[in-house]
T-cell receptor, first 109, second 113 residues
Framework: TQLLEQSPQFLSIQEGENLTVYCNSS?????LQWYRQEPGEGPVLLVT?????EVKKLKRLTFQFGDARKDSSLHITAAQPGDTGLYLCAGGQGGKLIFGQGTELSVKP | NAGVTQTPKFRVLKTGQSMTLLCAQD?????MYWYRQDPGMGLRLIHY???????AKGEVPDGYNVSRLKKQNFLLGLESAAPSQTSVYFC????????????FGQGTRLTVV
């Protein structure tokens, strides 16, 4: 059983569309992180959310941490082909850093 | 500034052979992690270390051993490789308990035939 459940697992959209990726858990996390991974590379940190209800923006990407600190979402506005990649959420628990299954995003021109 | 360096980048093993993957970080991070990545399964934690001389099991530790004799190095060993261990392995490090923002190596692609 995955501690962090991401949905959807695959997403294929046209350039200019909006999308939301979800990361859910039954456990409370002190913080959640979002990473982006391109083929042949290691994941790279995008953002960390710490406070329940927190919203962070990174250009066209908006990240939200749930009030109960059990879930998070990533919203991309007007997606571009350069956004294509694997998006992963992760949470720390007692020294461990646990990842969700990832969302494979493909943005077609 | 190298960050996190993994060696080797590629390896092919025969079933039953052994090997060691090396991870080195130059950021003075306390925590280090080994993950494996398989299609559709994200990153699964194999073992981790919260400091020099300490190691602990992650989600999928069977068939692997680790050692952290020096703070900057974290070694992952496969004593008797099996085809089920064919995967991409990633090492990562982070500052510590209150800051788990992780920095990753480039990965090692291992094939066991």
């Amino acid at each position: 059983t995955q501690l962090l459940e991401q949905s959807p697992q695959f997403l294929s959209i046209q350039e200019g569309e909006n999308l939301t990726v979800y990361c859910n858990s039954s456990s409370v996390f002190s913080s959640l992180q979002w990473y982006r991974q391109e083929p042949g590379e290691g994941p790279v940190l995008l953002v960390t959310v710490v406070t329940g209800g927190e919203v962070k923006k990174l250009k066209r990407l908006t990240f939200q941490f749930g009030d109960a600190r059990k879930d998070s979402s990533l919203h991309i506005t007007a997606a571009q082909p350069g956004d294509t990649g694997l998006y992963l959420c992760a949470g720390g628990q007692g020294g461990k850093l646990i990842f969700g299954q990832g969302t494979e995003l493909s943005v077609k021109p | 500034n190298a960050g996190v360096t993994q060696t080797p980048k590629f390896r092919v093993l025969k079933t039953g052979q052994s090997m060691t993957l090396l991870c080195a970080q130059d950021m003075n991070h306390e925590y280090m992690y080994w993950y494996r990545q398989d299609p559709g399964m994200g990153l699964r934690l194999i073992h981790y270390s919260v400091g020099e001389g300490t190691t602990a099991k992650g989600e999928v530790p069977d068939g692997y051993n680790v050692s952290r004799l020096k703070k900057q190095n974290f070694l992952l060993g496969l004593e008797s490789a099996a085809p089920s261990q064919t995967s991409v392995y990633f090492c990562a490090s982070s500052l510590g308990r209150w800051n788990t923002e992780a920095f990753f190596g480039q990965g090692t692609r291992l094939t066991v035939v």
